[in-house]
C-alpha cells in the first residue's frame, strides 16, 4: 500500500463498470476551479438566486413542529398526491386522477426510476442532444446504452430532425428522452413536433420520458410550452419526469414527482421502496404550499428571467463575436463564441478573465461542444455585470 | 382497452422485468389489512413511537428560516462529514477522516448505492436469512442475483453456519450483506464471528456490506455491538450503509450515509449525483445536532428499548405456546408460535383476534417463514398492552 494515496485506492478497480466509469459532471470540473474565486457571478448551474419563498418554508417548519418526522406512504402522502393533481387541471384543462401521480426525492430520482422502468442491459434509450448530462449518465448506470443525437444547429438556433431521430430507432430502442423546453439550448418542441414525437412512439412502441420541468418558462406571451399533456391518450407510452426545484425556487429540497399510468403505481412504488423508501413528510408539506399558492411567487420568477434573458441576449450579441438565438423556453442562453471551440478551456478562461461562471458545451454532449450555457434566473443587476465583464473579455481575447 | 381496468394496465407487460417482479414487502400487505383498525397497536415496521426529538427539528426549522434551500456538496455538507468522523471516533475509539463518509438519502438509498457499485448482472450477492426484505430486493432490482443462506434455528435462537456460508460462494460472488444485530433476529455478530467473515472477504476478494445500524441497541450491558471497525484494516474490503432513523428516531427524514475507502469519493458523488443529487441542508443540519448532540437521547432510547424486550420476552414466554429468545441487539423479538407455521395468515389473523401489528416471517426470506417480528421500541403501556392481548389470542387459538 502506497500511503501517499488515499486508502482503497487498490480497491476501485474491483467496483462495477457502470459504477467507475459514471462520469463526473463537466459542468462541476469548471465550478471547482472557479468555487472560491471573490466576486465570481456563478451562471453555470440551473438555479436562481432566489431562497425558497417564506410560505413554503414555514409549512415545512410547522410539519416539524408538528412532529411529522414518521415513515409515510411510499407513493407521497395523499394531499400532495392531490395537490399536484390540482395543479395539472388548472394547468393543462383537463382532469387528472390523483392515482397518476408519485412523489420522489428530486427530479433526478424520478429519471432514475423511470429509465429503470423502461431500460436495461441490452436496450437503447435516444437523447437529443446537447442535453442535461444526467440523461446519459442515468442510462449509462442503469445498465443500458445511451444513443445521442445531435440536433441541428445554425446560427446560434437548435433544430430537430425527425427524420434522423427515426433513423437512430433500432430493435434495441426502448424511449426516446424529449426535454422541452430544453436545458441547455432552450429549444421547445412545437405541438406539430410534439404529435410528431407521439407517432414515432405508437409506430415503434417505444416509451417517450418526458421531461417538461421548465414548461412555465416560455417568454412569447403564452402561459406556457406546448406539452404531451395535450396531444396524448390514456394509452400512450409517456411518462412525464418532474421536480419542484425550478418553479418554485426549490433546488435544495430534493423532491419531485413522476407522472404516469394509475397502473404503474405498485411498480413505482416498489422502486421508490428499494431506492429511497419515499420522502420526507415536512418536505411534502412544504411542497403542497408551493402547489397551491405558488402561482404569485412563479409570476415573479418567469417575468424575472425574461428580463434576465432580454440582458443577456442583447448584451452577447452586442459583442458581435457570439452566435446565439434568444431562447423560446427554459432559463439558459446557450453561445458559441467566434474562434473559441474549446468550450472546455474557454469556460475555464472566462472564470479568470471575467469572473464569472458558465458551463461548458462539452457536458451536454454531441452537438454542443463548442458552446457556453448561461443561466439568466437570476437578478438584474448581477446578470448586467456578468454581461458587462463576458463583454470586455470576450473583445478582448 | 378495458375501462374497468386503471389506465396503462396494458403496458405494464412493457416494463423491464427487473421493475416489474420487484416484490411488494410482504409487511405493507398485513399492514394494508390492519391499517385503519381502531385502537390497533402497531409494532409491524421498524421504527419507535417517540418523533425525532426538538433539538434537531429545531436545527432543520433554523438553517429553513435562513434560506439555506439551495443545491450544495453532492458527497453532503463539510460539517455533516465532519461531525460523522467525529461521532465514528468517540464510538470506536479511533480516528476517522470525513472523507470516509457519504451523505445519503436513507439508509436505503446508501444500500441502493453500495450494491450498485459492487454487483450487476451476472454477479450473485449473498444475504444470510432471515433479512431486512430490501437487502434481496435492492439486489434483484439492481440486477444481480441474490443468494439467500438461511441461519440455524433451534428454538427461537439463530446462529450463523460460517461453513455454509463459505459454501455458497461461487466465482460469480461479488460480496455478503451481513447485518448484525440483525433486522428481524436480533443476532448479533460476535468478535469471532466478524473475524471468520472478514478472513473469508479476505480469501476470496469479495465485499462485506455491514449494516450495523443497530449497533447501539444491545442489551448485555456493553456500550455497542461488536463491528468490522474493530478488526478491519484499511485496505480491507469492507463498506458500511447507515442511517439516522433509529438511534435518532428520523425514521420519515430519509438521511443516511455510507462509509468507504476515501478513493472511492467521486465514483460515490457520481453516483450520488445520478440518483437524488445529494440530500437538503436543513435535512443535514438536523443530522449534525444528532450526532453532535444526541448521546442523551440514545441512551433514553436504549433504555426504553431494554425494558421493551423485556416485556415483550416474558409476556411472550409465559403463553408456553411460542420459541423465542431474547434477542442480543436490536429492538425485535422474533418468535414462532407452537402449530402455527403459516406466519402471513398467522399475522393477519393478529390483526382480527388481537388487533396488534406484527410482521410476517414470510416478509423476510429462507428460514424466517414460520416466525413473526414484533418491534418493541415503543412505550412500555401500549408493549403491555399488546402483550397482554397476544397471550389472549394465542392462548385461546
Redesign the interface.
Known amino acids: 500500500?502506497n500511503s501517499a494515496?488515499?486508502?482503497?485506492?487498490?480497491?476501485?478497480a474491483?467496483?462495477?463498470p457502470?459504477?467507475?466509469e459514471?462520469?463526473?459532471?463537466g459542468i462541476v470540473e469548471v465550478m471547482n476551479y472557479g468555487r472560491l474565486r471573490e466576486g465570481l457571478i456563478p451562471l453555470w448551474?440551473g438555479?436562481g438566486d432566489l431562497?425558497?419563498p417564506a410560505f413554503i418554508?414555514d409549512a415545512?417548519?410547522r410539519s416539524?413542529?408538528a412532529?411529522?418526522?414518521?415513515?409515510?406512504w411510499q407513493r407521497g402522502i395523499p394531499e400532495l398526491r392531490e395537490a399536484l393533481a390540482r395543479y395539472h387541471e388548472r394547468l393543462y384543462g383537463q382532469p387528472f386522477s390523483p392515482?397518476?401521480f408519485f412523489v420522489t426525492?428530486?427530479g433526478?430520482?424520478s429519471l432514475?426510476i423511470v429509465v429503470?422502468?423502461?431500460?436495461?442491459?441490452g436496450?437503447e434509450l435516444i437523447i437529443p442532444t446537447p442535453a442535461w448530462p444526467?440523461f446519459v449518465?442515468?442510462t449509462s448506470?442503469g445498465?443500458a446504452r445511451p444513443v445521442c443525437v445531435p440536433m441541428e444547429y445554425d446560427q446560434g438556433r437548435f433544430t430537430l430532425d425527425l427524420g434522423k431521430l427515426e433513423a437512430a430507432i433500432t430493435p434495441k430502442t426502448r424511449g426516446m428522452l424529449i426535454n422541452s423546453p430544453s436545458n441547455p439550448t432552450g429549444w421547445t418542441a412545437t405541438k406539430a413536433e410534439q404529435e410528431a414525437l407521439l407517432a414515432l412512439s405508437r409506430k415503434h412502441?417505444i416509451?417517450i420520458v418526458a421531461d417538461e420541468i421548465y414548461g412555465r418558462f416560455v417568454y412569447d406571451g403564452s402561459a406556457r410550452a406546448p406539452s404531451f399533456h395535450d396531444i396524448m391518450a390514456?394509452?400512450d407510452?409517456v411518462i412525464f419526469v418532474q421536480t419542484f426545484s425550478k418553479n418554485w425556487?426549490?433546488?435544495?429540497?430534493?423532491i419531485g414527482w413522476i407522472e404516469?399510468?394509475?397502473?404503474?403505481?405498485?411498480?413505482i412504488?416498489?422502486?421508490i421502496?428499494?431506492?429511497?423508501?419515499?420522502?420526507?413528510?415536512?418536505?411534502q408539506r412544504g411542497a403542497v404550499a408551493a402547489l397551491d399558492e405558488g402561482e404569485d411567487f412563479i409570476a415573479g420568477q418567469i417575468a424575472r428571467a425574461a428580463e434576465g434573458r432580454r440582458i443577456v441576449h442583447e448584451g452577447l450579441k452586442a459583442t458581435n463575436r457570439v452566435s446565439l438565438a434568444a431562447p423560446v423556453g427554459a432559463f439558459y442562453q446557450f453561445f458559441t463564441v467566434d474562434g473559441r471551440e474549446d468550450s472546455r478551456k474557454l469556460a475555464l478562461d472566462l472564470v479568470d478573465t471575467a469572473n464569472v461562471g458558465l458551463a461548458p458545451g462539452t457536458a451536454f454532449g454531441p452537438g454542443g461542444e463548442k458552446g457556453l450555457r448561461l443561466c439568466f434566473a437570476r437578478n438584474a443587476a448581477d446578470l448586467t455585470e456578468a454581461v458587462a465583464r463576458l463583454q470586455k473579455a470576450l473583445m478582448a481575447a
Open positions: 500500500m494515496l488515499p486508502t482503497g485506492s487498490t480497491l476501485i474491483d467496483l462495477r457502470e459504477a467507475r459514471a462520469p463526473e459532471s448551474v438555479e431562497p425558497t418554508r415545512a417548519a416539524l413542529a412532529g411529522e418526522t414518521f415513515y409515510t392515482e397518476r426525492g428530486s433526478m430520482q432514475q429503470r422502468m423502461i431500460a436495461g442491459p436496450d444526467n449518465a442515468a448506470v445498465g412502441g416509451w390514456p394509452e407510452r425556487a426549490m433546488t435544495g429540497w430534493r404516469a399510468p394509475e397502473a404503474f403505481g405498485q411498480v412504488e416498489n422502486l421502496q428499494y431506492s429511497t423508501s419515499g420522502s420526507p413528510v415536512f418536505v
